[in-house]
T-cell receptor, first 112, second 113 residues
Framework: DGGITQSPKYLFRKEGQNVTLSCEQNLNHDAMYWYRQDPGQGLRLIYYSQIVNDFQKGDIAEGYSVSREKKESFPLTVTSAQKNPTAFYLC???????????FGPGTRLTVT | DAKTTQPTSMDCAEGRAANLPCNHSTISGNEYVYWYRQIHSQGPQYIIHGLKNNETNEMASLIITEDRKSSTLILPHATLRDTAVYYCIVRVPPMDSNYQLIWGAGTKLIIKP
């Protein structure tokens, strides 16, 4: 079955540690996205990538980094510079230029 | 900031039509209206989109007013599985944009037995 996988579903880290969230898709989509969602709020775009080896900052990129070495993979690193990293992180993909974004199940990160 | 306004929450009886309103009074001529929904702790799911004509698919219908300042998403026969947060989003066509979808807080729709 085609889709987007994110792992792990729950992640716990100590403050000051970097952590990398995985996102893999087998939909052959060119575009991939990372969003952050805080309780009771909508999604906010962190980074997006339209093509391999290229990515753009979204509204809230500070404290995050990404890479796009393969079409299928778009990992997100939450660095120690991110002041409030505890959140629900969602990865999505789409056919370049198409309407529908397909979302993964999300990773809930808790930093204490 | 989100360019849409939605009620915070709504209830609907199972089997009835659920009508979810959205105001987008500042919508531009080339901006489309999108709807997504998010079941608790899952990733959002695309429902439907439209520009100015009414649209229907297997999930829902989208009614856009003639002045395009508001729209209504209709779930014709709501089931308990339709309980979710519904997001109304306006955006320019994908080829014309920087891929930003501006998400508001959405409407929490609760379907009651």
């Amino acid at each position: 079955d085609g889709g987007i996988t994110q792992s792990p579903k729950y992640l716990f880290r100590k403050e000051g540690q970097n952590v990398t969230l995985s996102c893999e898709q087998n939909l052959n989509h060119d575009a991939m996205y990372w969003y952050r969602q805080d309780p009771g709020q909508g999604l906010r775009l962190i980074y997006y990538s339209q093509i391999v080896n290229d990515f753009q900052k979204g509204d809230i990129a500070e404290g995050y980094s990404v890479s796009r070495e393969k079409k299928e993979s778009f990992p997100l690193t939450v660095t120690s510079a991110q002041k409030n990293p505890t959140a629900f992180y969602l990865c999505a993909s789409s056919i370049d230029g198409e309407w529908e974004q397909y979302f993964g199940p999300g990773t809930r990160l808790t930093v204490t | 900031d989100a360019k849409t306004t939605q009620p915070t929450s709504m209830d609907c009886a199972e089997g009835r039509a659920a009508n979810l309103p959205c105001n987008h009074s500042t919508i531009s001529g080339n901006e489309y209206v999108y709807w997504y929904r998010q079941i608790h702790s899952q990733g959002p799911q695309y429902i439907i989109h439209g520009l100015k004509n009414n649209e229907t698919n297997e999930m829902a219908s989208l009614i856009i007013t003639e002045d395009r300042k508001s729209s209504t998403l209709i779930l014709p026969h709501a089931t308990l599985r339709d309980t979710a947060v519904y997001y109304c989003i306006v955006r320019v066509p994908p080829m014309d944009s920087n891929y930003q979808l501006i998400w508001g807080a959405g409407t929490k729709l609760i379907i009651k037995p």
